[in-house]
């Protein structure tokens, strides 16, 4: 089956600077990868998603970028504020009528913005 | 909030009794997939439901079972629970697959601990 490896687990950065939360999968026919923010005691939020037929995805502050050969995606957060502190997931799954779409999840990072 | 209604929202109980968690999806979504988060297990994927049928099995364990009903809600039993049960079960829903609709929504949760 999938795995998901997702480093670092710790991450601390200056308010200002940025992040990068970085993940490997193992199935190549995973299609879809979504990244969730969880705080503490909350539900996982999605914050953005990219399928396989795209290289990159942004969002203001948020990016995503997509290496099909390495089987490998990124998170870029920029320009952190402390209210980015919280515990980061990757996921992959592989998303069809076939497939079924459930998510495999890397191990999570935990961000914290010093102000 | 996602749309995705889960209850209780706490339950304590002791080893070896059952328990049902409930889970109402996202209005038009067809899809229900259930999830254990523990400290030392990360998100880890139980079952997904997509109609009424079951779709796909991750690491459930026999002592667990799960349903989803005409109406589309879920139920998520578990039953002779030992102490490593302790944990967060999250409900997701997401709507038709293989229509681009894969982004699952979390709801907030049951915590579950067993003494």
């Known amino acids: 089956g999938e795995n998901v490896e997702q480093h670092p687990s710790t991450l601390s950065v200056q308010e200002g600077d940025s992040a990068v939360i970085k993940c490997t999968y193992s199935d190549s026919a995973s299609n879809y990868f979504p990244w969730y923010k969880q705080e503490l005691g909350k539900r996982p939020q999605l914050i953005i998603d990219?399928?396989?037929?795209?290289g990159e995805k942004k969002d203001q502050r948020i990016a995503v970028t997509l290496n099909k050969t390495a089987k490998h995606f990124s998170l870029h957060i920029t320009e952190t504020q402390p209210e980015d502190s919280a515990v980061y997931f990757c996921a992959a799954s592989k998303s069809g009528k076939a497939a079924g779409n459930k998510l495999t999840f890397g191990g999570g990072t935990r961000v914290l913005v010093k102000p | 909030d996602s749309g995705v209604t889960q209850t209780p929202k706490h339950l304590i109980t002791a080893t070896g009794q059952r328990v049902t968690l409930r889970c109402s999806p996202r209005?038009?979504?067809?899809?229900v997939y259930w999830y254990q988060q523990s400290l030392d297990q990360g998100l880890q994927f139980l079952i997904q439901y997509y109609n009424g049928e079951e779709r796909a099995k991750g690491n459930i364990l026999e002592r667990f079972s799960a349903q989803q009903f005409p109406d589309l809600h879920s139920e998520l039993n578990l039953s002779s629970l030992e102490l490593g049960d302790s944990a967060l079960y999250f409900c997701a829903s997401s709507g038709a697959l293989g229509k681009g609709q894969e982004t699952q929504y979390f709801g907030p949760g049951t915590r579950l601990l067993v003494l």
């Open positions: 209005s038009g979504d067809l899809s």
């Open positions: 990219i399928r396989s037929n795209v």
